[in-house]
């Protein structure tokens, strides 16, 4: 596996026993915000349009609009921004469960400690090795490795869990080339353990940006210690990780404080790290066997308003990934790629071994149910018939040290239609040759002639070169 120097942060000082979501801030912001009329809408979302973000106020004004009208005028920036700077490209990638003990109780989760009908396990290294062949198989290059907060998974044991991921090759081009993280916070010494994996993306949630809601739902282990888990991206990027990734649980609280309060989260990076987060996402409480609370959320968002959640989102941090698993519908999916999501997982198991055992993609093992259960073949087509979009398996940022403020500030100069569309192109051609169906094959072909004819004569140039390469058996090629 190619690794590459991360750039150096500079994370200023921060005091990890202070919050710095200030609850009567955000709530003065939203009232500040009542009644916003059509004018001010309208000049927040030509704002918008410059893809220099919004304030927290201007984010409040649009939450707060309820003129149903002003909703598509919201989705159609929304979609500009997300053609303007992510073009059609739609990053593949497949979580890969590997614990679900946890020693804490949170009470939305079918991991926490107290169901005690879970059945618990945490994948041997061959066991690991079975299910990234399974993900190989599908066509994966990007892995979310999941672990539950738990004594058995500690930082050797994760970093050797990862080694193992990046170790299993298979035939001229099977083999997974980015490994995102998702575990509990850690120490800062034991992040600079955590980045020697060569990992790409270190993502934790705070759930909740809610003190007192998240004291209510987190009952015992070491999450209930808020602070702690606040600041565990600044600890992240004090030890070098300088793309990660934060989310909240939407469903527990307010829609408006959690996106207001999360937002205040990027804010608060960039002013201490330098840099935000390279992702967002966006977790609906979902139903899951042994949480009450998951079957009545207290504060559920329905599918109109998870759609204003994410093209808002879009408007205020346009160049922030924004990421959408499978808990959500492949209908609900497909809008909300329009709107501003940029990377979606495909073929998802939450279970540990659930590739292996499709038996185990069952209430008893998993960590919520999945509201889309498509193969990776069929969303790939869907993705290439119904929204023209252009599935990517690339890493090749991560290895050329394109990440954190280095990524972003490319990103703000376009940089992204001169690498990463072609890329794109030349990964899912990869795809196509070496995974897909007849059908997709054929779709996917046309979908990339489609794209070259776009280009300039120069860049199509190249990036046909690299085509042919790839048809030629070369593997793994990137700008």
């Known amino acids: 596996m190619s690794t590459h120097e991360h750039h150096s942060i500079t994370v200023s000082d921060y005091n990890p026993n202070v919050s710095f979501i200030d609850d009567q801030a955000i709530w003065q912001a939203i009232e500040d915000a009542s009644n916003p009329n059509r004018e001010q809408v309208l000049a927040i979302l030509d704002k918008a349009r410059q893809c220099e973000g919004l304030s927290i106020q201007e984010t409040a004004l649009l939450l707060q609009n309820q003129d149903k009208a002003l909703d598509e005028a919201l989705f159609a920036v929304a979609r500009e921004i997300k053609n303007t700077i992510y073009g059609n490209r739609i990053v593949m990638f497949a979580p890969l469960y590997v614990s679900n003990h946890c020693a804490n109780s949170c009470s939305y989760c079918g991991f926490n400690a107290d169901n005690h009908e879970l059945k618990r396990k945490t994948l041997k290294q061959d066991e690991i090795r079975q299910e990234v062949t399974i993900l190989e198989e599908m066509g994966h290059k990007r892995i979310l490795a999941v672990y539950g907060e738990h004594p058995r998974n500690n930082v050797q044991a994760i970093v050797e869990s990862i080694q193992t991921m990046y170790s299993v090759k298979q035939g001229k081009g099977g083999e997974i080339r980015r490994i995102n993280v998702n575990c509990a916070p850690m120490s800062v010494e034991d992040f600079k353990q955590l980045k020697t994996a060569a990992i790409g993306t270190y993502q934790c949630f705070q759930e909740t940006y809610h003190q007192d809601t998240y004291s209510q739902v987190h009952l015992k282990g070491k999450k209930t210690d808020f602070l702690y888990r606040l600041y565990a991206i600044h600890r992240a990027m004090e030890a070098g990780i300088d793309d990660v990734g934060i989310g909240a649980l939407f469903g527990l609280y307010d829609h408006r404080f959690e996106l207001l309060a999360m937002l205040t989260h990027v804010q608060q990076l960039e002013k201490d790290c330098g840099v935000g987060p390279h992702t967002i996402s966006f977790p609906r409480i979902e139903p899951a066997h042994g949480s009450a609370i998951s079957e009545k959320p207290p504060y559920e968002v329905d599918d109109d308003c998870f759609k204003r959640i994410v093209a808002i989102t879009r408007l205020a941090v346009p160049y922030t990934g924004l990421i959408m698993s499978t808990r959500e519908s492949a209908a609900l999916r497909k809008e909300l790629l329009e709107l501003g ?112 004819a776009k280009m300039s004569p120069s860049r199509e140039r190249n990036v046909r070169g690299c085509l042919q390469k790839t048809d030629a058996g070369e593997r793994d090629i990137y700008l």
């Open 341 to 452: 999501v940029s990377q979606i997982s495909a073929g998802s198991r939450t279970a540990p071994g659930g590739y292996q055992d499709s038996k185990l993609n069952q209430h008893d093992a998993e960590q919520f149910s999945l509201g889309d259960h498509r193969a990776m073949d069929e969303i790939i087509y869907e993705l290439v018939t119904d929204s023209d979009a252009i599935p990517s398996f690339c890493t090749g940022c991560y290895r050329k040290g394109r990440t954190g403020d280095h990524f972003m500030g490319l990103a703000k100069q376009q940089f992204i239609g001169k690498f990463c569309q072609p890329n794109a192109l030349i990964t899912f051609r990869e795809y196509l040759n070496d995974y897909a169906s007849d059908k997709t094959r054929e779709a996917g072909n046309a979908l990339i002639e489609r794209e070259l």
